[in-house]
């Protein structure tokens, strides 16, 4: 009699046994190799290095990355839930990978190439839909970025409570202040972040962008005071590296460096601007260096 060794070795090692382990093994691989594509389950860091680990927590894992202003020049910006993301290669780690992408969600060029976490995604075979960008209500934008108030500049920031995974992924050595935790959570907006949140991603992510959004409001060799009046709720003052939005008659609201998001007087940041700068209708002709514009892109 055969024994119970001699007949499970000839089963598993049966020549059409090892066939269908290899053909199962060659389809894992190229399922694998062929998951080109993505899409955010949760709030996506995209930065512009795949060194992740070094701008959260560097050589000794408990220093974030900053310049001389506290900002993180590697991020790029946050993309929402459910943004669809093109893989273009791949960067093994223990455990994950750090993948090279582009999405429509950023469609601005790049030498330097953007990155995200793959924990923070799940990877497609098929291509996936784009985000679906629904425009809300107007009163909607206007709570939401009252809600803003008092958060802190971050730059590339657009998810004002903040990452939590960050400090679960790239967890952090000791015990930081609270002010460096929420840096490193990016808890915090941009000037265009603000808006870019607070229209549930409907507008572009940067602020070149919106000198072409909407449709121009002429105020052209205006003074401050006039172009006060001719302002709607969510207008966009827009000039070089920075935008205002309008909440109403008396007040705007931004997001600085300096001061983080604030309410603002309307007529006072159009003066202060003024000083500066000229207001025109087209700065493409007239090129964007010294002037500002306002933008009208909300149905109201």
């Not at 709030?43 to 927590?57: A, E, I, M, R, Y």
């Not at 497609?124 to 934008?141: C, S």
């Not at 500066?276 to 090129?287: A, F, H, L, N, S």
Request: charged share 30%; with cysteine; hydrophobic share 35%.
């Amino acid at each position: 009699m055969a024994k119970r060794s001699d007949w499970v070795k000839s089963k598993l090692f049966h020549p059409m046994c090892l066939l269908v382990i290899c053909l199962s093994l060659i389809s894992c691989e190229r399922k694998d190799k062929y998951l080109r594509y993505a899409v955010a389950v949760m709030p996506t860091p995209v930065l512009n290095t795949p060194d992740f680990s070094s701008v959260f927590g560097g050589k000794d894992g408990r220093t974030l990355k900053l310049n001389r202003k506290n900002m993180i020049e590697e991020v790029e910006f946050v993309a929402l839930s459910g943004t669809s993301f093109t893989i273009e290669a791949e960067i093994n780690k223990d455990g994950y990978e750090i993948l090279k992408v582009k999405t429509e969600d950023y469609p601005y060029p790049t030498q330097k190439g953007y990155y995200i976490d793959s924990r923070f995604v799940e990877k497609k075979l098929q291509k996936p839909p784009e985000r679906l960008r629904k425009l809300p209500d107007k009163n909607t934008i206007i709570n939401k970025l009252i809600s803003a108030k008092g958060a802190i500049y971050v730059w590339g920031g657009n998810h004002v409570k903040g990452i939590p995974e960050l400090l679960v992924f790239y967890k952090p050595v000791g015990k930081l202040s609270e002010e460096i935790l929420e840096r490193w959570m990016l808890k915090g907006v941009d000037c265009s972040g603000l808006l870019y949140e607070a229209s549930d991603g409907y507008t572009p992510r940067n602020v070149e962008s919106l000198f072409d959004f909407g449709s121009a409001v002429d105020i052209k060799d205006m003074k401050p005071d006039e172009i006060a009046k001719k302002l709607k709720p969510l207008d966009l003052i827009v000039y070089k590296r920075h935008v205002v939005i309008v909440l109403d008659s008396r007040q705007a609201i931004q997001s600085t460096i300096a001061e983080g998001v604030q309410l603002i007087s309307l007529t006072g940041i159009l003066r202060t601007i003024s000083e500066t700068m000229t207001p025109v209708t087209d700065p493409r002709k007239e090129g964007i260096a010294d002037k500002f514009v306002v933008r009208r892109w909300h149905p109201q």
